[in-house]
């Protein structure tokens, strides 16, 4: 038995060495046509240039490990089954869970290594690749930093502050700017508890302004509604692509015991519990995929050209069932922790069941 599981585990090793192989291979590939032009206009080097998309590797492999998981569990079963080999085994007396136990070991053993390298390697390549791709190619400085759920960003001639849930919108919470002088001395302070940049105007509600009198007197003025001409538009607050992959699982962890708000908080739960999720999407993908398989192949025979299509649709749908439910907990409108565990357990379940259905 020991043999048996020795030959399907080194099966399995090397169809995901090969899908694996083959992913990072076409998305490279891709990825290089789509970008060399900046770095030609640049005037990069080609060195730089292979430094960029070598680093890029474990980003995609986090990316692409469930499914590569998932297509090299099929694969290896679909060629022992497609060359008699499973029934020979199933003749021989051998049940079905032994014959999959290596496959399934070899899953547990693989998303394990994903996610030491989502601790240990991704935000450190991540963070890399940004800095080239921003700084180097695009001639874009981030202006400040993200601490405690607010960014800090210093402008032209001020500092802002503000909180900011979605990156992709122009609408701001908690929004601060102070400017001062060149002796470092405050001049005016704006506060207030909603932003929003629209036709080039910045418009900040409820809040109030202080200006300085002097050196020890400060003028304040309440206002409803106001429009102000910050030099810094939100496009100058840019925040990296990916930024959230810079941090480690543990920083994640962090960040979600220092928020000040009921809802920044979720959202970081959202992050933090996300993150782990999709990486151990690859298990109950497996779990599900392997009894597909059987059934595809007792149905329409036995073609890994139709089994494979249909397990990738099956990744698919699970993918982004699994989206919307994390979309939904970052809005708060789901417990985080549901969002990130539902769909693992019903396709865990659902697997198990129908395993030990095609065992009997």
Known sequence: MILLYRYIFFQFLRNIATIMASFIAIYLLIDFFEKID??????????????FFTLNIPFIIEQMGPVCILLA?????????????????????VPLRKITAPILLAGV??????????????????????????????????????????????GQEGFYSF???????????????????????????????????????????HGQVQKALGEKNFSTELFKAEQFGFPEVPDNFFVPEYHALEMSLLELYTETRHKASDEERNKAWAEFYGRISYTLLGLPLLFLGLPLLLMVYRKWGKDLSLAIPVSCGMAFVCWGIWGTLQSLAKASYLNPLFAASSVHLAMGICGFLLLLREDS
């Open 163 to 205: 909180a900011r849930p979605d990156p992709h919108s122009t609408n701001f919470l908690f929004f601060s700017y102070t400017s001062w002088s060149d002796d470092y001395r405050l001049t005016e302070n704006i506060v207030s508890k909603e932003a929003d940049w629209k036709d080039n105007i910045w418009t900040l509600k």
């Open 109 to 154: 053993l693989f998303t394990t290594l994903f996610l030491g390298m989502s601790q240990f390697i991704l935000p450190k390549t991540v963070a890399e690749t940004n800095r080239i791709w921003h700084k180097e190619v695009k001639g874009r400085v981030p202006l400040g930093i993200y601490r405690n759920g607010r960014y800090y960003y210093r």
């Open 73 to 93: 569990g099929v694969v290896t079963l679909g060629i022992l089954n497609h060359t008699n080999e499973l029934i020979a085994l199933k003749a021989c007396g």
């Open 38 to 51: 900046n770095f030609l206009e640049k005037g990069k080097s080609m060195g730089l240039v292979l430094k």
